[in-house]
T-cell receptor, first 113, second 113 residues
């Protein structure tokens, strides 16, 4: 089944404790991205990648890092999480050619205390 | 700064009624996307509109695009409870879509029996 898999789905952590949210897709998509969803703000792009070793900032990159060492994986790293990073995170992927129709993962709900 | 504005942000309507959700955007993009999100779930693609005048229909939902007015509409005909969800419109951040989508804040639609 074609899908985007995120882990963990739920996480409660404390300020300053480094964490990684993994994202993997099995559709051979070139493009991958991370969004955060907050009430009243919709979805905002954090980082995106157009291919292996190519990453770039989205609209809200502060406090996050990403890497794209393999085509299928695009982990999101929070080096020192803070409470304002409490949010629902979505990983998404798509082909680069044609329309940019994103396939989304199930979401990861992160709470930073 | 690219802006995508949806109206209304919240809509409560009765089954059997018709209504329209509006999506205004500030870019010159020829492409517009509609997504649906059920409560506690991820986003799924509904429609991709690829050119001025494009119209797509599926069941009781019909989407259209007017690139000159920078406006897309999502029309609901004879609403049923199963259409209750949050609907997002989105446009390419830049021409070609290589750097992802910018989303509106979403329209939370509740359809009551």
């Amino acid at each position: 089944e074609a899908q985007v898999t995120q882990n963990p789905r739920y996480l409660i952590t404390v300020t300053g404790k480094k964490l990684t949210v993994t994202c993997s897709q099995n559709m051979n998509h070139e493009y991958m991205s991370w969004y955060r969803q907050d009430p009243g703000l919709g979805l905002r792009q954090i980082y995106y990648s157009m291919n292996v070793e190519v990453t770039d900032k989205g609209d809200v990159p502060e406090g996050y890092k990403v890497s794209r060492k393999e085509k299928r994986n695009f982990p999101l790293i929070l080096e020192s999480p803070s409470p304002n990073q409490t949010s629902l995170y979505f990983c998404a992927s798509s082909y680069l050619s044609g329309a940019n129709v994103l396939t989304f993962g199930a979401g990861s709900r992160l709470t930073v205390l | 700064e690219l802006k995508v504005e949806q109206n209304p942000l919240f809509l409560s309507m009765q089954e059997g009624k018709n209504y329209t959700i509006y999506c205004n955007y500030s870019t010159t993009s020829d492409r517009l996307y509609w997504y649906r999100q059920d409560p506690g779930k991820s986003l799924e693609s509904l429609f991709v509109l690829l050119s001025n005048g494009a119209v797509k229909q599926e069941g009781r939902l019909m989407a259209s695009l007017d690139t000159k007015a920078r406006l897309s509409t999502l029309h609901i005909t004879a609403a049923v409870h199963d259409l209750s969800a949050t609907y997002f419109c989105a446009v390419d951040r830049t021409g070609g879509g290589a750097d992802g989508l910018t989303f509106g804040k979403g329209t939370h639609l509740i359809i009551q029996p």
